[in-house]
């Protein structure tokens, strides 16, 4: 159990007005959750205290050799005036994973857990409640070291911040259109690529900007090595429905596991539909869609559940998924999982977990 020191603001915020369309990331709660670590007291000083800047050393190792991790979930209001996490235990067993892989020290799964409930209560006020709204969780750790060499720092910060989010999709779902990345790599078996850290990020920056200046909005990466195996979307696991099937790459090392992946996963076979993780050639989708058997396909992440996708474009070959249209899986395991997180649908995997 974490001993967490209270500083509640003395000027609270002015909460979003209920017609706010809350874009994604850009307006942070009254408070926010401070732990750090040093080598002999370990994770110590829990606290909650008003969302301020912080301030470090320009040397500190987390500006110049990237040692910093984040995780991403979202809290709910139910009607009934619950506040819900979706499977908060699937992103605090990955942070440690994440934790582990880059040298960061890792933090008992109880103590994350509640100090991601003490901040969430603390800020309640600012769960927005409008259908497909949310409040987006972000915690994250950063190395402290004021010192240029490359080790792992003996001393990091541990911040979870808040953020109210509006519906990804206002309108509905709505399909988005993908850009194959063929020159760039985003990660290989070895590297990180499935720890959630922002070097994954930087890697991929240069081929979101070309694939925005070609029309795409998202970016999907094949594997570094054959330069022809499906990877994931940029912060999207990603699903076909073949033929019948549901198929999507398996977890290989350098594909982040998603907790919505997992979760697709297990309601469509709970639903008796043949599901498959294996490697994905790029030439089978492509042979499946002028076969006339590529049926759907959907992207799976926190921020937008399940995104269809409309248009896929590798190489010289434009593929229009479903006449760009929404799939019908697509669309009943976004209900089925919004309808979870929300407590309106029966949560018969256990998933939520009341604050
Ligand atoms: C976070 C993330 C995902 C999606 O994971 P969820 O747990 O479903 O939100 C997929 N790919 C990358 C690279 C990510 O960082």
């Given at each position: 159990m974490l001993n967490i020191r209270y500083e509640k603001t003395a000027t609270p915020k002015e909460l979003p007005a209920k017609n706010d369309p809350l874009k994604f990331g850009t307006i942070f709660t009254d408070h926010m959750f401070v732990m750090d670590y040093e080598t002999v007291k370990g994770w110590h000083d829990a606290r909650i205290i008003p969302y301020q800047p912080i301030s470090l050393d320009p040397s500190a190792m987390v500006f110049h050799y990237g040692q910093e991790m984040f995780e991403g979930l979202k809290a709910y209001k139910t009607e009934d005036g619950r506040v819900l996490l979706f499977r908060p235990n699937k992103n605090i067993e990955r942070a440690n994973n994440t934790n582990r892989r880059i040298c960061i020290p890792e933090i008992p799964e109880e103590d994350f857990l509640q100090a991601i409930k003490e901040v969430v209560k603390t800020d309640e006020?600012?769960?927005?409640?409008?259908?497909?709204t949310s409040l987006y969780i972000r915690p994250f750790i950063i190395a402290t070291d004021?010192?240029?060499?490359v080790r792992p720092s003996d001393t990091y910060k541990f911040i979870i911040i808040l953020s109210p989010v509006g519906a990804y999709y206002p309108e509905g779902l709505d399909p988005v259109k993908i850009w194959i990345e063929d020159e760039y790599v985003r990660a290989v078996k070895g590297g990180i690529g499935e720890a959630k850290t922002g070097a994954n990020y930087v890697a991929s920056l240069k081929s979101q900007v070309k694939a925005h200046e070609e029309g795409y909005s998202q970016v999907l990466w094949l594997d570094g090595v054959n330069r022809k195996y499906i990877e994931e979307v940029g912060a999207m696991n990603i699903f076909f429905k073949i033929d019948g099937k549901i198929v999507t790459p398996v977890l290989n090392g350098s594909i982040l596991p998603g907790v919505t992946r997992d979760s697709v996963i297990c309601l469509c076979k709970e639903w008796g539909l043949p599901v498959e993780e294996r490697k994905i050639d790029i030439a089978e989708i492509k042979k499946a869609y002028e076969d006339g058997t590529l049926e759907e396909v959907f992207g799976s992440g926190t921020a937008a559940v399940i995104s269809p996708v409309g248009q896929l474009r590798w190489e010289d070959t434009i593929m229009q998924v479903r006449d760009g249209g929404i799939g019908e899986y697509s669309q009943k395991l976004y209900d089925t999982i919004t309808g979870i997180q929300l407590g309106k649908e029966k949560d018969i995997l256990g998933w939520t977990v009341e604050v």
């Open positions: 006020a600012w769960i927005p409640t409008k259908p497909g004021p010192f240029l060499g």
